[in-house]
């Protein structure tokens, strides 16, 4: 059974700084994507940033480039979103998602974590 456990949310000040870790389990893809999205109150689920765990290629959505850096530890199969100058507007809950091998799916979801920025 696949599960996806992220920790690191809370509360911070704009400027401030959050980082997100999300550890996956019950699989053994060497080849896929993780990635991150949020969601804000009365808005649509956007995608924040994604890596290719095989070859370490990310991407960021255009309002976060700059300020946040996703990373993927292959020993545990760990991704990590560090967010520094954070804003109000990245006030979300955010999401850990994992794709199947060679995939862009994300079929497996975290439970997610609450990040507010005052």
């Known amino acids: 059974q696949v599960q996806l456990v992220e920790s690191g949310g809370g509360s911070v000040q704009a400027g401030g700084s959050l980082r997100l870790s999300c550890t996956a389990s019950?699989?053994?893809?060497?080849?896929?994507?993780m990635a991150w999205f949020r969601q804000a109150p009365g808005k649509e689920r956007e995608g924040v940033a994604r890596i290719a765990t095989g070859s370490g290629n990310t991407y960021y959505a255009d309002s976060v480039k700059g300020r946040f850096t996703i990373s993927h530890d292959s020993t545990d199969n760990t991704v990590t979103l560090q967010m520094d100058n954070l804003k109000p507007d990245d006030t979300a809950m955010y999401y850990c998602a994992a794709s199947r091998e060679y995939s862009n799916d994300f079929v497996y979801w975290g439970q997610g974590t609450q990040v507010t920025v005052s």
């Open positions: 019950g699989y053994t893809y060497n080849r896929n994507c």
